[in-house]
C-alpha cells in the first residue's frame, strides 16, 4: 500500500516542480515566489498523506484537487502581471521620454531602464522587448492582451524619427484609458464589498438558523431562502456588468 | 461595463496613428487590425468594405442611434476622400472625451439605486425567510396541536 501512496506523492511533487518551473520561465513568478511556493505544495501534500492516512483513494483526490488548483495558477498569475502592466507601463514609458528628451536614443533609454530590473514584471517587460522589439521576430502577436505595448514600442524603434512622438502620444492615450478605467473600477468596487458583505452575513446567518432548528423540517423555506439569495446575487452581478456605452 | 467609450477609443487610436505620420486610409487599416472588437468596431468594419466597393454607406450611417458616432463616420466620409481630418478629429476627442465622463458619472451615480433593486427585491425576503420562517412554522405547528 505504501509504495501507491510515495508514487502518487512523487507525481504530484514533480507535477507541482514542472509548473512553477514553467512559471519561472516565462517571467510570471520570481525565484524566490517560486520557492516559497514549492515549500507549500509540499506541505500541503504531506499534510495530505498525514490526514488520509495513507489511504491510497483518499490521497489521490487530495493530490489530483490540488494538482487542478495548480493548472489555473498560470492563468492567475498572468492575470496579476496584466494589472500590474497597465498600471506601471505608463511610469515606464515616462521613463524612456525623459531619457529621450535628454539625448539618448529609444533603444538606450530602454536599455538602461530595464537593465537593473528587480521585479517580476520588469524582467517579463524586459525579455518581452528583446526578443519582439530589438530582435522583432516575425510572429503575429496583435491577439495577445500585451501586443498594444509592444507594438507601439516595436513601431517607435522601426521609426527612430518619430519614436519620441509616438510614445508622448501613446502616454496621453494611455493617461485617458486609465483615466476612465479608476472611475468606473472604483464604482464597482464598492457593489463588489456590499455584495461581498451581504454574502458573509447570509451565510452566518444560515449556520445560526441551521443550528439553532432541525434543517430536516424546514429544508424547503431554507431552500427557498437559498435560492432567492443567489438569485438576488446574480442580479446585483449583472446590473453591474450589463451597462453598455451610449454615446 | 467597457472601459472606454467605443467612439472614443476609435479616435484616440485613430489620432494616434494619424500623429505618427499615416494617412487615413492605412491609420484605419491599421486600427482595424488592432483594435478589440466591438458594436462599433463592426459598424466601422461594414462602413469600410461597403467604401472599398463604392457602395453607399447612408443606410448604415442613419441607423446608429448616438450622434457622436454618426459624426464620426461623417468626419471618416470626409477623410476617405482625401481630406485633412486630423484637426476635426482633435476637436471631437473634447467633446466626445466630456460626454463620456458624464455619462459615466451618472452610471456611478445611480448605481447606488440600482444595487438597490436586487437587494430590496430577493435579498431581503431571503434573510427574512430564513430568519422569520422557521420560528413562524414551529409556531403555527404549535398553535395546531393545541
Known amino acids: 500500500m505504501y509504495w501507491i501512496v510515495s508514487l502518487q506523492l512523487m507525481f504530484?511533487?514533480?507535477?507541482?516542480?514542472?509548473?512553477?518551473?514553467?512559471?519561472?520561465?516565462?517571467?510570471?513568478?520570481?525565484?524566490?515566489?517560486?520557492?516559497?511556493?514549492?515549500?507549500?505544495?509540499?506541505?500541503?501534500?504531506?499534510c495530505v498523506t498525514d490526514v488520509t492516512k495513507f489511504d491510497p483513494v483518499l490521497q489521490m483526490c487530495a493530490i489530483g484537487v490540488t494538482c487542478a488548483a495548480l493548472l489555473s495558477l498560470p492563468f492567475l498569475f498572468e492575470l496579476r502581471l496584466k494589472m500590474r502592466i497597465q498600471s506601471e507601463f505608463p511610469g515606464f514609458i515616462s521613463k524612456i521620454i525623459l531619457e529621450m528628451k535628454a539625448g539618448f536614443s529609444f533603444?538606450?533609454?530602454?536599455?538602461?531602464?530595464?537593465?537593473?530590473?528587480?521585479?517580476?514584471?520588469?524582467?517579463w517587460l524586459r525579455s518581452m522587448i528583446e526578443t519582439r522589439v530589438f530582435l522583432r521576430t516575425t510572429e503575429d502577436f496583435s491577439v495577445h492582451w500585451w501586443s498594444i505595448y509592444l507594438q507601439e514600442l516595436q513601431a517607435a524603434e522601426e521609426n527612430p524619427h518619430l519614436?519620441?512622438?509616438r510614445l508622448e502620444n501613446f502616454r496621453q492615450k494611455m493617461k485617458v484609458l486609465s483615466d476612465f478605467r479608476r472611475k468606473s473600477g472604483q464604482a464597482l468596487a464598492q457593489a463588489r464589498i456590499q455584495m461581498v458583505v451581504m454574502t458573509f452575513l447570509y451565510l452566518a446567518l444560515l449556520v445560526l438558523?441551521?443550528?439553532?432548528?432541525?434543517?430536516?423540517?424546514?429544508?424547503?423555506?431554507?431552500?427557498?431562502?437559498?435560492?432567492?439569495?443567489?438569485?438576488?446575487?446574480?442580479?446585483?452581478?449583472?446590473?453591474?456588468?450589463?451597462?453598455?456605452?451610449?454615446? | 461595463m467597457e472601459n472606454l467609450a467605443p467612439p472614443l477609443s476609435v479616435v484616440l487610436q485613430l489620432q494616434l496613428e494619424m500623429e505618427n505620420g499615416h494617412s487615413f486610409r492605412e491609420s484605419l487599416r491599421q486600427m482595424l487590425r488592432s483594435h478589440d472588437e466591438n458594436d462599433f468596431m463592426k459598424t466601422i468594419r461594414e462602413w469600410s468594405v461597403r467604401k472599398s466597393h463604392n457602395q453607399s454607406t447612408d443606410?448604415?450611417?442613419?441607423?446608429?442611434?448616438?450622434?457622436?458616432?454618426?459624426?464620426?463616420?461623417?468626419?471618416?466620409?470626409?477623410?476617405?476622400?482625401?481630406?485633412?481630418?486630423?484637426?476635426?478629429?482633435?476637436?471631437?476627442?473634447?467633446?466626445?472625451?466630456?460626454?463620456?465622463?458624464?455619462?459615466?458619472?451618472?452610471?456611478?451615480?445611480t448605481l447606488p439605486f440600482r444595487a438597490m433593486i436586487p437587494l430590496l427585491l430577493l435579498q431581503f425576503p431571503a434573510y427574512m425567510l430564513l430568519l422569520l420562517g422557521p420560528i413562524l412554522s414551529d409556531l403555527s405547528r404549535q398553535l395546531g396541536s393545541m
Open chain 1, 12 to 46: 504530484g511533487l514533480l507535477f507541482a516542480l514542472r509548473t512553477l518551473i514553467q512559471l519561472h520561465e516565462k517571467n510570471l513568478i520570481s525565484e524566490v515566489g517560486y520557492k516559497k511556493l514549492y515549500l507549500s505544495v509540499v506541505a500541503i501534500f504531506f
Open chain 2, 59 to 109: 443606410v448604415l450611417v442613419k441607423s446608429l442611434t448616438s450622434p457622436y458616432r454618426r459624426t464620426l463616420l461623417d468626419l471618416f466620409e470626409r477623410g476617405w476622400d482625401g481630406e485633412p481630418i486630423l484637426e476635426p478629429l482633435q476637436s471631437m476627442e473634447e467633446e466626445i472625451r466630456v460626454a463620456a465622463q458624464a455619462e459615466l458619472d451618472q452610471f456611478i451615480a
Open chain 1, 209 to 247: 438558523m441551521m443550528t439553532q432548528f432541525q434543517i430536516g423540517s424546514h429544508r424547503r423555506l431554507i431552500l427557498a431562502s437559498f435560492t432567492l439569495f443567489v438569485c438576488g446575487q446574480l442580479l446585483f452581478w449583472w446590473l453591474g456588468r450589463k451597462r453598455k456605452w451610449k454615446i
Open chain 1, 163 to 165: 519614436a519620441l512622438t
Open chain 1, 107 to 123: 533603444r538606450s533609454s530602454i536599455d538602461k531602464h530595464l537593465s537593473i530590473s528587480s521585479e517580476v514584471w520588469e524582467k
